[in-house]
């Protein structure tokens, strides 16, 4: 993210093993109290869009003091200030007062509620204990415009949702690197059209390319690889020698909705190949992105992302 910034490379210089020569950035000059100035290594138009992701917002000295403590009780700059944190179960905020933005809050505070699934999130939402939630169980979208009426709210934004390869794992390691072949094959298993059409109820697109629309460079049928065409891909799976076990897992977090177009993918992929397939659920976004983080995942792993800001 800072990469862009002129003297990041003596901060962080690449090869194994290299040290920094430089503790700041040579691109960052304070003027005066309240204002610093921003060189670039390179032009980059987009640059000022990239100000506005959450890695640059600024942090106050208490943050550096005792980082600790700031993530439990965080000071923000924007119109609520932190009250208090339940964890697992809420996060309370209330105005602040001596906010001197354009967008003072106008009401007294907002309350972020925890959920271990998104079905009691909805039955909360239909009762009236909860005035909004983003993202619906696939069981409830069948139903979720007859019950919210006109609160139902259904836009597009520019995000994709990918399986992706746990390449340390045993199974791609050893005894030798996987083949391309295999996982382009795995890829045109998938029916992408059906699942979409009928779990998740018209609500996702198939993927067509390697991002997702809105995204500078996007190109619809970009690649044929997400193309659905069982024969191809078992033909591309034997070419690269086969699925290792002839078995595949793909591991996702239970809490968000997942678990229906996992099970959906399993079957598409072992109806057209032959080879097994199972969802490997973990009970939450934080047991999920552990067990990313210590190199656990066995197969395959649900990802995602998000537009960071509205050029990439």
């Not at 921003?38 to 942090?59: D, N, Q, S, T």
Request: charged fraction near 25%.
């Amino acid at each position: 993210w800072f990469a862009d910034i002129k003297g990041f490379e003596k901060l962080s210089p690449e090869g194994e093993g290299a040290k920094p020569t430089a503790d700041k950035l040579d691109g960052l000059k304070v003027v005066d109290e309240n204002t610093f100035t921003i060189e670039l290594a390179k032009a980059v138009p987009y640059f000022g869009h990239k100000l506005a992701y959450i890695v640059f917002a600024p942090l106050p000295e208490a943050f550096y003091k005792d980082t600790k403590a700031a993530g439990q009780k965080p000071i923000g700059n924007g119109p609520y200030k932190f009250k208090s944190w339940d964890h697992k179960k809420q996060i309370e905020i209330v105005r602040y007062d001596d906010y001197k933005g354009p967008n003072k809050a106008k009401n007294g505070g907002v309350v972020f509620k925890n959920y271990t699934t998104l079905e009691a999130a909805y039955e909360d939402l239909k009762s009236g204990n909860v005035d909004v939630l983003r993202q619906l169980a696939p069981k409830d979208l069948p139903v979720y415009r007859q019950d919210l009426g006109d609160r139902a709210v259904d836009q597009a934004y520019s995000a994709i949702q990918t399986v992706a390869v746990a390449f340390y794992a045993d199974q791609w390691s050893k005894p030798k690197q996987v083949d391309p072949k295999v996982i382009q094959g795995l890829s045109m298993a998938i029916d992408r059209a059906t699942i979409t059409k009928t779990v998740l109820q018209g609500t996702r697109e198939p993927a067509t390319g390697w991002v997702a629309k809105g995204v500078l460079g996007y190109q619809p049928n970009a690649v044929d690889v997400t193309k659905f065409d069982p024969a191809k891909a078992k033909e591309l799976i034997k070419a690269g020698g086969g699925v290792p076990g002839n078995k595949i897992s793909i591991q996702f977090n239970a809490d968000g909705g997942h678990k229906e177009w996992v099970d959906a993918v399993c079957n598409s992929i072992t109806q057209s190949t032959g080879v097994a397939c199972t969802g490997d659920g973990k009970p939450d976004f934080q047991a999920d992105l552990q067990a990313r983080k210590n190199k656990q995942v066995k197969s395959f792993y649900r990802s995602g992302w998000v537009l960071d800001y509205p050029v990439n």
